[in-house]
C-alpha cells in the first residue's frame, strides 16, 4: 500500500532507473515495516522542473502510505535524499517530499479498500 513517486529534471538512463526500481521498495519496505508486495514505485523524468531559480538536478517525491508516522515520514527522508545524492548527485536541499498518512478506508485495492 506505500507508493512512491518520484518526479525528477535528471537524466535517467534504463539502466538507473531499474537500480531505483530495486533500491526504493526496499529502502521503503525497510523504513514502514510494509512488505514489498505492497509497495508501488513510479519514477517520472521531467525537463521541465524548477527549483529555486534553478533548473539544476531536483526531485520532487510523494510518499503515501497507511499509518506512515511522523518518525517514519523522517526516516524516510533521511534515507531517500541520501540515495538519491548517492545514485543521482541531488543536492539532498534540492529534494521536497511530501508525505501523506491515508486512512486505510480510502486506500483501494482488489476491488476493495483496506478499512
Known sequence: MPFLKLNTNSVLDTELKSKLLGELPQLVSKET??????IMISIEQNDAMLFAGSTAPLAYLECKSIGLSSSQA???????????NTRISIPQDRIYIEFNNC?????????????
Open 33 to 38: 515495516g510494509k512488505p514489498e508486495r505492497y
Open 74 to 84: 523522517k526516516n524516510l527522508s533521511a534515507s531517500i535524499c541520501q540515495l538519491l
Open 103 to 115: 486512512p486505510a478506508d480510502f486506500w483501494g485495492w482488489n476491488g476493495s479498500t483496506f478499512g
